[in-house]
């Protein structure tokens, strides 16, 4: 499977998204999934791209999942692009860099973030409510981090403001167990 996620870019966040972040990186990396993620080499961007590396060695190389950057001009320029990468993809900027990243993951993860991240969470859920994608985000709430945001989802969908129920196109879990659940339930693409 090839897992995008979405992140914060930022070093100075709480502990406890520091090692969700890695648990998930090195799940991802011990099952043989790839990663797609923004190739930048800060804050949960980078400690998912290490965690990746370290759960990938598990494995013998040809059962390894790839590690996909998709690198925006502006962030190879300024040299904070991560290294080493399996298949750097190189775009023009963010909106290029989101429906890359979409196109190329079967799943996409929100880990906490911030406006970027909600960018993206957006971008992808109200192309799925129009059709262009039949791709859902999995917001990923550690320690509840999400919790405002699912309330003014409930919020907008109370007061009629989405086409029918958001969850379908944007989901919740707590726990790196909820999240491999729901990798369980999707469709699988080949």
């Excluded at 775009?91 to 993206?120: F, H, Q, Y």
């Excluded at 709430?141 to 007061?159: A, C, K, R, T, V």
Aim: aromatic share 8%; with cysteine; hydrophobic share 40%.
């Amino acid at each position: 499977m090839k897992i995008g996620v979405f992140c914060s870019a930022n070093k100075n966040v709480d502990k406890a998204y520091v090692e969700a972040t890695q648990a998930l990186g090195m799940w991802i990396g011990k099952n043989g999934h790839s990663l797609v993620w923004g190739g930048c080499r800060l804050g949960l961007m980078e400690t998912i791209a290490e965690a990746f590396l370290e759960g990938s060695m598990e494995l013998p190389p040809e059962s390894r999942g790839k590690l996909v950057g998709v690198i925006p001009e502006i962030i190879e320029e300024k040299g904070k692009s991560f290294s080493p990468l399996d298949n750097p993809v190189y775009c023009k900027n963010l909106s290029e860099r989101k429906e890359i990243m979409t196109s190329l993951s079967d799943v996409l993860i929100a880990l906490p973030g911030g406006i970027g991240t909600l960018d993206e969470i957006f971008t992808v859920s109200s192309a799925a409510t129009i059709g262009y994608t039949d791709k859902k985000v999995i917001l990923y709430n550690i320690s509840g981090f999400w919790n405002p945001l699912i309330s003014l989802m409930d919020h907008l969908e109370n007061q009629g403001m989405t086409r029918g129920d958001y969850r379908q196109r944007m989901a919740v879990a707590q726990s790196l167990d909820e999240l491999s659940s729901v990798f369980r339930l999707l469709p699988s693409r080949s």
